[in-house]
């Protein structure tokens, strides 16, 4: 009977070394288009289509931008999100997403998806953030696809 508490405190011990090795959500190293020497090169935003029968048949384009300034705009606007807390509630709704894909001028790609509904999560690689109205904001002013104001 000695052996199972050692067993179990071998396994508390992994599952603590595993837990602090995890970063919180919205913590941990930032994507390279949230630093201050971004340089970007081009911008394609496709809206991501709700896995439902489209009654017009259309598939909603891609866009893209090559222009820098405005780029970063929508960088910095992504990358100045809250990050949630822990005990936020999102309601279920279901609404169109959007993929955003950054390319800077080294050719490393970061895409991001950003949720036009509930909480309006914007997820990729280092980066958990909410509340996505300055995100809309800033892509509606390059003129890129975004989410109409509710």
Not at 77 to 96: K, N, Y
Not at 108 to 132: I, K, M, W
Request: some cysteine; hydrophobic content about 40%.
């Amino acid at each position: 009977m000695r052996r199972r508490p050692a067993v179990a405190g071998v396994l508390l011990l992994l599952a603590a070394a595993t837990a602090c090795g995890r970063a919180e959500p919205g913590s941990g190293d930032l994507p390279a288009l949230c630093s201050p020497g971004y340089e970007p090169r081009e911008l394609v935003d496709r809206p991501l289509q709700v896995a439902l029968p489209s009654l017009s048949g259309r598939t909603p384009a891609e866009a893209r931008t090559t222009d820098a300034a405005a780029i970063k705009k929508i960088a910095a606007a992504a990358c100045s999100l809250p990050a949630p807390p822990a005990d936020i509630a999102c309601t279920l709704e279901l609404g169109p997403s959007y993929e955003l894909r950054f390319l800077d001028t080294q050719n490393r790609t970061t895409t991001l998806t950003s949720a036009s509904f509930g909480c309006q999560f914007v997820e990729g690689p280092g980066l958990h953030r909410y509340d996505a109205k300055p995100l809309w904001d800033a892509l509606a002013a390059a003129g890129l696809p975004a989410p109409q104001p509710r």
